[in-house]
């Protein structure tokens, strides 16, 4: 069988063992880390979530091949890092939301970021509103992704905002929220600036967003950017502010699915 199919199936069925030791082997013959996670990791909780919301599996096999994807992921995030080029000099904070203590969707968003090339901060889960803003005055990122998994929780997401607004920090971010429950249309009330449909996707136009504003505020101050290249080695960290549209996403009306709990 295909390594890359058996990731996937060992992840189905919750295995953490063989999942890490045939994803380090998927590596050792030369697979590239980002197909071993599309066509192996990513593949295989795809057909869990397909499962799970046809009513053929249940939340404790869910949260097993959750354990099994974190467990792949901790072997393959080195890998992602440097496959898919260096440092871009943005910063980004994650976390997801007091009272929800699922954390996978975050995970692989996490690995995302890390991948496009920002420097992640993780405050884990089951994260307060104060939590969040004093990490934000201390980590001074670009970028903020908050995550719920639950329709109880996600009310925290906007509870993180508002805080975030009384302490006057709201608009040096790029907020980002995702999670099983969330939708575009719950993004657009609370004025989250990105609203993504799987985690890929999200740390994409974190990416995005994060180099249109260097090169926004380079013409600003007159300064030509020739190349994207050019940007990436031109950026110094912190040296500028994100204006934040505030509840502007990138998918019109679709519908945000979010990634899986």
Known sequence: MDIL???SGYLENGD???VIASVQTALDNGYHPEEILKSGLLCGMEIVGEKYKNNEIYIPHVL???RAMNAGLEVLRPRLTTATGGFIGGRALIGTVKGDLHDLGKNMVKAMLEREGFEVY?????VGEEEFVNAVREYRPHVLGISATMTTTMGGIRDVIKALEGAGLRNELLIMIGGLP???VFAQEIGADICSIDAGEAAYLARRQFLSAIQAEKTRRGEVVA???GV???VIAGTF???SKGGVNEHGNKGCKGTLP
């Not at 993780?122 to 089951?126: A, K, V």
Request: net charge positive.
């Open 5 to 7: 199919r058996e990731i």
């Open 16 to 18: 953490a063992g063989n």
């Open 64 to 66: 097993l091949a959750a």
């Open 122 to 126: 993780d405050l884990g889960r089951d």
């Open 182 to 184: 969330v939708t575009d």
């Open 227 to 229: 190349n994207p290249k």
């Open 232 to 234: 990436k080695k031109a």
């Open 241 to 243: 502010t994100l204006k």
